[in-house]
Every structure is written in structure tokens, then in C-alpha cells.
T-cell receptor, first 114, second 117 residues
Framework: ETGVTQSPTHLIKTRGQQVTLRCSSQ?????VSWYQQALGQGPQFIFQ???????GRGNFPPRFSGLQFPNYSSELNVNALELDDSALYLC?????????????FGPGTRLTVT | AQSVTQLDSQVPVFEEAPVELRCNYS??????LFWYVQYPNQGLQLLLK??????LVKGINGFEAEFNKSQTSFHLRKPSVHISDTAEYFC???????????????FGKGTKLSVKP
């Protein structure tokens, strides 16, 4: 197991609501990336945070937003939930620009939108 | 734009048989390639990676992969599989735009490996 933790494990929301997912990165890591994994698909990159600033973004609308805190933990916020937002949300942490290239993934948060 | 194609969505195989999971990528820049494994209800675990150097890469759990630039492939192999290898396997390429091998990962759709006794 990696040292990356995510909460909650499962979540059920109604269309139109807002949700916040949380990720604690592995000790010593300063970069967090978020991915969305729809059923039967590979993960898709949402965005990455490095030193509390967005460091890259995938093809997701602005209602997907994030934060990174001074302790390098991170939040993913999704507003105006749609049915297609139902997915497993994964975060991954890494120590950026140190030559250690591995991204360590957490177990994910399963979001169901009804 | 970079992309990854995993040619088989499901691969059934008997225990102790060899297996190859196929992956092709498209990229116009230097590539960094990865294979991840996902067990049911778990996150992703890195099996192996190619960053540079030797084209034959050895990973954990007896897996290896060969980077073939001319064929733009990065197939995963294991000479003898176990029941415990049953899982979903994802090939990924790093979008070097955002910082070399630590940039965002572009994943294939996955291959479900089912090992039967």
C-alpha cells in the first residue's frame, strides 16, 4: 500500500449538488494529481497541483476545481453534479522535479450521482 | 496529441501459462511509458516504467516489458502467471508537456487479465 489516502471511500450525491473529495499525499511529496476513472475506462487526468498552484489541467470543465494546502494535501471540488460524473476518483502524489518519477495512487473515492 | 491503445480488453489464460498484454502508443515527443495494475476496489500500483536506456524493463511480480520505438509498442509479458495476477492492467504514457516523466499520465482503456486454474 502507498501512503496516499483518500476520503470518503464512497459517496452518493444527487444531480445538481456539489461534492468535495479529499486526498492526503505520501510523506515528502509536494505534487498531487487527480484522475477520473469511469466504469470500464482508464483513468483520465483532471489536473495537477504543485506547491499550491495548478500545474496542468486536462479536458474537464471549470466546475471541476481543486485546492492544495501547505501540507500538500488536496481537495477536488465538483459543482453542479451531472450523472456522467459518476466514477472512481483517484489522486496520485509525487515528489516533483527530484528524479523520482513514480506517481503513488490512493485507493480512490467512488462517487455515484443519481 | 499523445494516446495509448490497449489492443485486448480481456485476456483469459490458464495458470502457469505465459501471457502478453499489448500496448501501442502515439507520440511526437520523447515518451515515458508505464504499466499499472489495479486489483478490484483498489487504486493503481506501478508494475514497471520505461524512461530511457535499456529497452527491456523488468518490474515487480515477475513482469517485464519491451519498448519498441519503431513499432511504437510497449507490450507487457510474464512467462508464467498465477491466479493472483488476475487484475486489470493499464498502459500509460506521460505527457511530457507538464514536466517530463512526472507530467500527467494518459492511460489506455485497460486489459482485464483472468487467470484460470
Amino acid at each position: 500500500e502507498t501512503g496516499v489516502t483518500q476520503s470518503p471511500t464512497h459517496l452518493i450525491k444527487t444531480r445538481g449538488q456539489q461534492v468535495t473529495l479529499r486526498c492526503s499525499s505520501q510523506s515528502g511529496h509536494n505534487t498531487v494529481s487527480w484522475y477520473q476513472q469511469a466504469l470500464g475506462q482508464g483513468p483520465q487526468f483532471i489536473f495537477q497541483y504543485y506547491r499550491e498552484e495548478e500545474n496542468g489541467r486536462g479536458n474537464f470543465p471549470p466546475r471541476f476545481s481543486g485546492l492544495q494546502f501547505p501540507n500538500y494535501s488536496s481537495e477536488l471540488n465538483v459543482n453542479a453534479l451531472e450523472l456522467d460524473d459518476s466514477a472512481l476518483y483517484l489522486c496520485a502524489s509525487t515528489q516533483y522535479r527530484t528524479g523520482n518519477d513514480e506517481q503513488y495512487f490512493g485507493p480512490g473515492t467512488r462517487l455515484t450521482v443519481t | 496529441a499523445q494516446s495509448v491503445t490497449q489492443l485486448d480488453s480481456q485476456v483469459p489464460v490458464f495458470e502457469e501459462a505465459p501471457v502478453e498484454l499489448r500496448c501501442n502508443y502515439s507520440s511526437s515527443v520523447s515518451v515515458y511509458l508505464f504499466w499499472y495494475v489495479q486489483y478490484p476496489n483498489q487504486g493503481l500500483q506501478l508494475l514497471l516504467k520505461y524512461l530511457s536506456g535499456s529497452t527491456l524493463v523488468k518490474g515487480i511480480n515477475g513482469f517485464e516489458a519491451e519498448f519498441n520505438k519503431s513499432q511504437t509498442s510497449f507490450h507487457l509479458r510474464k512467462p508464467s502467471v498465477h491466479i493472483s495476477d488476475t487484475a486489470e492492467y493499464f498502459c500509460a504514457v506521460s505527457d511530457s508537456t507538464y514536466g517530463g516523466s512526472q507530467g500527467n499520465l494518459i492511460f489506455g482503456k485497460g486489459t482485464k487479465l483472468s487467470v484460470k486454474p
